[in-house]
C-alpha cells in the first residue's frame, strides 16, 4: 500500500521564480492539504483541496495557489518567490472531510535564493 | 483561535532515563490531539492521539493522556533509547467545522548513549 508521495525531494529557486510542488496521496484517500513547515519551526497549514475544490485556506497570500486532479493527486504552485518561502511543504491525505488522520509525505526542501 | 503550546526544546537524555514533553492547548470545543514525530530528513508521523476527554494515546512505549480540565496532552516515556532522537510535535484538530491540524513549534529530543 503506497503512502503519500511528493516530488521532487529538494528544489533551489531564484527570488521572483515560480515553483509547482506535486503529492500523490495515500491510496484510497480522496482528500489533500498542503502545509510549510519553516525551519526550527511547527508546520502551518496552507489549503485542503477535496473534490478538485480548495475548500480551506490557512493564512497564505494568493501567490500560493493548488490543484487537484480527478485521481486525487494535488499540485501546489508559489508565484513571485521571496527568500522567506524557503521551507520543507508537506503535503497529507486524509478520506474525506470527516476527523481522519492525516497521513504525511516525506515534503519537498524549497530553497529560495 | 485554536493553538498548542509546548516546552521548548533542545531536551537531553540518557538512555533508558523518563521523558516528558508538556503540551497545552487553546480551542473552542473538544478537539482531538495529536503527537508526530520526525526523524531528521523526513516527513511527520503519526505517533498517538486522542479524541476525547480522558483517552489515553499509546504507541511504541509512548503515552499521552486527554486533561480536558488542564487542556493539556503531556507526552511521556519510561524508558527512552537512541532510536528515539527526533523533533515530536503536538497537534490538535477541531471537530466541528473545518478540520486543519494546528501544530506546535515542536520540541528536539536527543537521547545520548
Known amino acids: 500500500d503506497a503512502g503519500v508521495t511528493q516530488s521532487p525531494t529538494h528544489l533551489i529557486k531564484t527570488r521572483g521564480q515560480q515553483v509547482t510542488l506535486r503529492c500523490s496521496p495515500k491510496?484510497?484517500?480522496?482528500?489533500v492539504s498542503w502545509y510549510q513547515q519553516a525551519l526550527g519551526q511547527g508546520p502551518q497549514f496552507i489549503f485542503q483541496?477535496?473534490?478538485?475544490?480548495?475548500?480551506q485556506r490557512g493564512n497564505f497570500p494568493d501567490r500560493f495557489s493548488g490543484h487537484q486532479f480527478p485521481n486525487y493527486s494535488s499540485e501546489l504552485n508559489v508565484n513571485a518567490l521571496l527568500l522567506g518561502d524557503s521551507a520543507l511543504y508537506l503535503c497529507?491525505?486524509?478520506?474525506?472531510?470527516?476527523?481522519?488522520?492525516?497521513?504525511f509525505g516525506p515534503g519537498t526542501r524549497l530553497t529560495v535564493t | 483561535g485554536n493553538s498548542v503550546t509546548q516546552m521548548e526544546g533542545p531536551v537531553t537524555l540518557s538512555e533508558e532515563a523518563f521523558l516528558t514533553i508538556n503540551c497545552t492547548y487553546t480551542?473552542?470545543?473538544?478537539?482531538?490531539l495529536f503527537w508526530y514525530v520526525q526523524y531528521p530528513g523526513e516527513g511527520l508521523q503519526l505517533l498517538l492521539k486522542?479524541?476525547?476527554?480522558?483517552d489515553k494515546g499509546s504507541n511504541k512505549g509512548f503515552e499521552a493522556t486527554y486533561r480536558k480540565e488542564t487542556t493539556s496532552f503531556h507526552l511521556e516515556k519510561g524508558s527512552v533509547q537512541v532510536s528515539d532522537s527526533a523533533v515530536y510535535f503536538c497537534?490538535?484538530?477541531?471537530?466541528?467545522?473545518?478540520?486543519?491540524?494546528?501544530f506546535g513549534t515542536g520540541t528536539r529530543l536527543l537521547v545520548s548513549p
Open positions: 483541496y477535496y473534490e478538485e475544490e480548495e475548500r
Open positions: 491510496s484510497g484517500h480522496d482528500t
Open positions: 497537534a490538535l484538530k477541531a471537530n466541528t467545522g473545518f478540520q486543519k491540524l494546528v
Open positions: 486522542a479524541t476525547k476527554a480522558d
Open positions: 480551542a473552542t470545543g473538544y478537539p482531538s
Open positions: 497529507a491525505s486524509s478520506l474525506g472531510q470527516g476527523p481522519g488522520e492525516q497521513y
